[in-house]
């Protein structure tokens, strides 16, 4: 007889089946209208796994007696809404679900104890890997991504020195080090698809309310590119260049409102949890000071998307444990 499911076990699948029925809607939309073969290719890989996944989940919470969540179904899409975003658009979403999925199940994985449940996770970030190496490959190929900034080998092993290393918000900043680097340049590229995603999605939405969410959304986006940009430019290294613009002149919605909502608020969660690496990884005071004010920033932009969700009645409420209190009280 297997061991019974865990709070985290039943989380993780929970989360999982939420996070994979978004991604099998909007993939299913992609491959609808894309026309690249090999961008469809890498589409369709997507799309297996999210249906694999979706199936085992559903099998295990049957055979434990839990209910399935709804998640996200066709009636979220409407394949006979013109393309709103060119091929390549497509292909970039799937090299950052790949990115986003392998930080999720890598978090989700830790706290699995069954050995059915660890075979299935380590699948899924096993698949993560292979379909973010796959789509970067493509990307490359085509010549629409773009490398993070080069620098000199160093030439030696060096030690901080001084306590001066740190400083930044005032007197004379050091240059910014790898790590660094690496984090912004993650920092831009994840906010140039939110751009790109908000400038789509702004020509489609109809209602006032989602509308003001998402213009939000892409100014925070847009602040961030810029300040970043700019750090990288006063270090004598060339900006990250904003790839070509891939969205199509369409003013039909291919997705529900709920679907939309629901993507940002998975989009603004990842961010928090990058942002705050960052900030972890940030020993420059100028750059931890701005990475904290981001974070406040969408701490506040996501409370106000979540206060959209429930007020329509669009968020599944996560399994959660029994009032104790309740309970005895009743008898």
């Given at each position: 007889m297997e061991t019974r499911l865990t709070s985290s076990e039943i989380g993780g699948l929970w989360a999982s089946y939420m996070n994979n029925s978004m991604e099998w809607c909007l993939i299913t939309y992609f491959i609808h209208h894309v026309k690249d073969p090999e961008i469809k290719l890498v589409l369709e890989h997507a799309l297996a796994n999210s249906t694999d996944r979706m199936n085992f989940i559903k099998t295990i919470f049957t055979n434990e007696g839990i209910p399935t969540p709804i998640g996200f179904t066709e009636k979220d899409i409407n394949l006979e809404a013109p393309p709103l975003f060119y091929d390549p658009f497509a292909l970039t979403f799937v090299y950052s679900i790949g990115k986003m999925d392998l930080i999720l199940y890598s978090f989700i994985i830790t706290n699995i104890c069954r050995l059915d449940l660890q075979d299935f996770f380590s699948k899924i970030i096993y698949q993560s890997t292979d379909l973010y190496k796959e789509s970067l490959t493509l990307m490359l190929s085509k010549g629409i991504h773009d490398r993070p900034p080069m620098i000199p080998y160093p030439k030696e092993v060096q030690f901080i020195e001084k306590t001066s290393y740190i400083k930044g918000l005032f007197g004379k900043k050091r240059n910014l080090n790898v790590?660094?680097?690496?984090?912004?340049?993650?920092?831009?590229?994840?906010?140039?698809?939110a751009v790109l995603l908000c400038t789509g999605l702004l020509q489609v939405v109809k209602d006032e309310e989602i509308k003001a969410y998402l213009q939000n959304g892409k100014e925070i986006s847009e602040k961030q590119i810029n300040l970043f940009n700019e750090m990288l430019m006063k270090e004598d290294l060339l900006g990250t260049v904003p790839i070509n613009m891939e969205v199509t002149d369409s003013t039909v919605s291919p997705f529900s409102d709920k679907l939309v909502m629901s993507l940002f608020h998975t989009l603004n969660s990842i961010d928090i949890t990058l942002i705050g690496h960052a900030l972890s990884l940030s020993l420059r005071t100028d750059l931890a000071a701005e990475y904290s004010k981001f974070i406040a920033e969408i701490l506040l932009y996501s409370k106000t998307g979540f206060n959209i969700l429930v007020d329509r009645e669009w968020m599944e409420m996560p399994p959660e444990s029994p009032d104790r209190k309740k309970l005895e009280r009743s008898k």
């Open positions: 790590l660094e680097l690496a984090e912004i340049f993650s920092n831009i590229e994840r906010n140039y698809f």
